[in-house]
């Protein structure tokens, strides 16, 4: 079982790193893998509860590889570090198997208590260069965190998240057969485009009270109305991890309707192929289940409607040839 676990490691070096040239290079010129080897025998320890044996090991491995693993952390197999120099990874840290972590990544901690208080790496996680990942939050399978990203709120699986705060770069959500274009990721040009989503959706709302939605609707209509605003003060609750604001505030939910014991909420994003979506969905899902007794709730993927470029082309006269 040992041999088996050292081949993998070994191979999964050779997976991701072009550099590795030989298994006998790979064996004594990667700190990395001499750092997982210490922290196997140091987490073998502090499971036995030899927790000053175990940090003893932690610490030899710390000055020979320039890599901090607490030995209580959970690595799981086939994780390669690349370029380990500072590297630090915290008591209560979880890193799933085929995770990729280069120099600098930080999985550390919010809180003084004796608690989870450290990330959730899931499978095949690319961590870049200096990301700060912190708190008991969860990086889903497949994501990857650009170099010199703090995160400090849970990421969907497979979504890319870039800056300080760390937000949701892509994907994009192409739709169906278009043709992929290289990624130029930006946040805040999407955020700008929601905001102007939103304040139309401020005018439909007021458009529609100046011609005749007021107090002279039947019962049951102001019951229904009652209901949606309390379904839409809920989803206040729910945060857009790619901006770190809530769902309403950027215009995400385009329309609530409510009938009977049924809520119909009408979601504004790219495509239902997008992480975020299935993420977004369940949370408000969540949020509007039991408002005003509803039971069932259903929940429309619409097409994001503002693209900067569409946007420019509609303000922007065209001139006639």
Known sequence: MVLVRLREDIDAIFAKDPAARSTVEV???????????????????????????????????????????????????????????????????????????????????????????????????????????????????????GAGSVVVRSVPPGATVV???????????????????????DPMLRVVSRLLD?????????????HGISGTGSETQKVELACKESIRDALKEVIDPEVGIDIIDLGLIKDIRVHEQTAEIDMVLTSKTCPLVDHLSDQIRRKAL??????????????????????????VPQKNG
């Open 27 to 145: 064996i004594f010129c990667y700190p990395g893998l001499h750092a997982l080897w210490f922290h196997r025998r140091a987490h073998w320890l502090w499971n036995h509860h030899l927790p000053f044996w175990a940090r003893f090991v932690s610490h030899i491995s710390r000055f020979l590889t320039g890599i901090e693993i607490h030995p209580g952390a959970k690595i799981g197999r086939r994780v390669v570090i690349d370029h380990g120099m500072g590297i630090v990874i915290g008591e209560t840290a979880e890193v799933g198997n085929d995770v990729l972590i280069y120099m600098g990544v930080v999985l550390g901690g919010t809180a003084l208590e004796n608690v989870k208080r450290h990330p959730t790496i899931e499978d095949e996680v690319v961590l870049g260069s200096g990301a700060i990942v912190l708190g008991p939050i969860h990086i889903g399978k497949g994501a990857k965190v």
């Open 290 to 315: 039991g408002v005003c007794g509803v039971t069932t709730v259903k929940i429309n993927v619409l097409d994001e409607p503002w693209n900067w470029d569409n946007f420019v082309r509609k303000k």
């Open 198 to 210: 939103r304040q139309n959706q401020l005018e439909d709302r007021i458009h529609s009270l100046e």
């Open 163 to 185: 800056g300080v705060p760390g937000r949701i770069a892509e994907p994009e959500c192409p739709k169906e057969d278009a043709i992929p274009e290289p990624p130029l990721p």
